[in-house]
């Protein structure tokens, strides 16, 4: 069974910029979660998709942060525009239905904000 | 916040029974106490999740007391391969599944 695809792996770009980062789910996972992970401290819930709609994004920064997930399937997180203060590990994950504890992580964008 | 308060760090010899203790004094009725572990440049990956008393599976054991204020997971005979951050979750977000990590507990196993 293919796990949780994330890309890009690596990312650098300059305060101001814009970056997207990808993720593609274990197939029939309904349950889609982005994470921020900083150096030193536990992964953080951005948002959190039930097929292709939003069930929490009440730590999202809506005002530069933004997360789609069409068709229930892969989904985006964009930042515009990029601060020093989002330097860190960006985690995909997701879960099957019934069993949300389980959840299944990629291996993460570690993207750095110069 | 997670409302989870475990130790910073521990050390460990290869062979050895680490058990890693979080306290969760206000546990809500309905949370269940979730595990994970993550090594470096890695996502976190579920080891095992309680309600009550016992659960063990191939991985290790998690002791719950009857008031639920603490768990403590169990890992036997850990190996070099053990090293790692453990995280206790308990509660829930607004979509109702047990999302909140704390800062975990870096456990180094030497040989």
């Known amino acids: 069974e293919a796990g949780v695809a994330q890309s890009p792996r690596y990312k650098i770009i300059e305060k101001r910029q814009s970056v997207a980062f990808w993720c593609n789910p274990i197939?029939?996972?309904?349950?889609l979660y982005w994470y921020q992970q900083i150096l030193g401290q536990g992964p953080k819930l951005l948002i959190q998709?039930?097929?292709?709609?939003?069930?929490?994004d009440s730590q999202l920064p809506k005002d530069r942060f933004s997360a789609e997930r069409l068709k229930g399937v892969d989904s985006t997180l964009k930042i515009q525009p990029a601060k020093l203060e989002d330097s860190a590990v960006y985690l995909c994950?997701?879960?099957?239905?019934?069993?949300?504890?389980?959840?299944?992580f990629g291996p993460g964008t570690r993207l750095t904000v110069t | 916040l997670a409302k989870t308060t475990q130790p910073i760090s521990m050390d460990s010899y290869e062979g050895q029974e680490v058990n890693i203790t979080c306290s969760h004094n206000?546990?809500?009725?309905?949370?269940?106490i979730t595990w994970y572990q993550q090594f470096p440049s890695q996502g976190p990956r579920f080891i095992i999740q309680g309600y009550k008393t016992k659960v063990t599976n191939e991985v290790a054991s998690l002791f719950i007391p009857a008031d639920r204020k603490s768990s403590t997971l169990s890992l036997p005979r850990v190996s070099l391969s053990d090293t790692a951050v453990y995280y206790c979750?308990?509660?829930?977000?607004?979509?109702?599944?047990?999302?909140?990590f704390g800062k975990g507990t870096t456990l180094s196993v030497s040989s």
């Open positions: 998709f039930q097929n292709n709609g939003v069930v929490d």
């Open positions: 206000n546990i809500a009725t309905n949370d269940y």
């Open positions: 979750l308990v509660g829930v977000n607004q979509a109702g599944t047990a999302l909140i």
């Open positions: 197939s029939g996972h309904a349950t």
């Open positions: 994950a997701s879960s099957a239905p019934g069993t949300d504890y389980e959840q299944y």
